[in-house]
T-cell receptor
Framework: GDSVTQMEGPVTLSEEAFLTINCTYT??????LFWYVQYPGEGLQLLLK?????DKGSNKGFEATYRKETTSFHLEKGSVQVSDSAVYFC????????????FGQGTELSVKP | EPEVTQTPSHQVTQMGQEVILRCVPI?????FYWYRQILGQKVEFLVS????????KSEIFDDQFSVERPDGSNFTLKIRSTKLEDSAMYFC????????????????FGAGTRLSVL
């Protein structure tokens, strides 16, 4: 079945460092891909999405490109801030599969001043 | 901004007891979901609900689980006889309709209910 694999955490960075969180997926057809973020004590919030190959999702300085050839959707940010400390989840929604999301295991990011 | 509200934030129960987790989705959203996350593991899909019936359920969603939309605003998950392994964070989510009987692909999540079964 469909699945998502994320890099293990926790990831600890200094403020203004470059961030990459790797995400790869296995799916039949053409899934939509998402990054969700969970700040402490809050629910999952959609960070960005891409619905077809070569689409780039972006929001709040974060970017991810839907790469069908490598089945990847890596999250990047050029300069992280302390306020970016959170857990990041990569997820997919299969085409015409009623909307259920399949998540990766989450990657905890801690940014130190 | 509209939000999904889940209550309680933390529920402690004894093994074998029934629990009801409550969610108030965003009004005018038509698709509803429950997910759970056991500590240290992935967020897992449990069930989707549309038009007053279950659209899809996972293997986890066995006879001990049920969902209901008892009125126009609440969406509940009931666990009939809790087990230790039901201890997890439970998330409710909802989405708008994209038309043609399909949801839009953006889901909005609540903050979750942490269920502790002792």
């Amino acid at each position: 079945g469909d699945s998502v694999t994320q890099m293990e955490g926790p990831v600890t960075l200094s403020e203004e460092a470059f961030l990459t969180i790797n995400c790869t997926y296995t799916a039949t057809g053409y899934p939509s891909l998402f990054w969700y973020v969970q700040y402490p004590g809050e629910g999952l919030q959609l960070l960005l999405k891409a619905t077809k190959a070569d689409d780039k999702g972006s929001n709040k300085g974060f970017e991810a490109t839907y790469r069908k050839e490598t089945t990847s959707f890596h999250l990047e940010k050029g300069s992280v801030q302390v306020s970016d400390s959170a857990v990041y989840f990569c997820a997919l929604s299969g085409y015409n599969q009623g909307g259920k999301l399949i998540f990766g295991q989450g990657t905890e990011l801690s940014v130190k001043p | 901004e509209p939000e999904v509200t889940q209550t309680p934030s933390h529920q402690v129960t004894q093994m074998g007891q029934e629990v009801i987790l409550r969610c108030v989705p965003i009004s005018n959203h038509l698709y509803f979901y429950w997910y759970r996350q056991i500590l240290g593991q992935k967020v897992e899909f449990l069930v989707s609900f549309y038009n007053n019936e279950i659209s899809e359920k996972s293997e986890i969603f066995d006879d001990q689980f049920s969902v209901e939309r008892p009125d126009g605003s609440n969406f509940t998950l009931k666990i009939r006889s809790t087990k230790l392994e039901d201890s997890a964070m439970y998330f409710c989510a909802c989405s708008l309709s994209a038309g043609g009987g399909m949801p839009k692909n953006i889901q909005y999540f609540g903050a979750g209910t942490r269920l502790s079964v002792l």
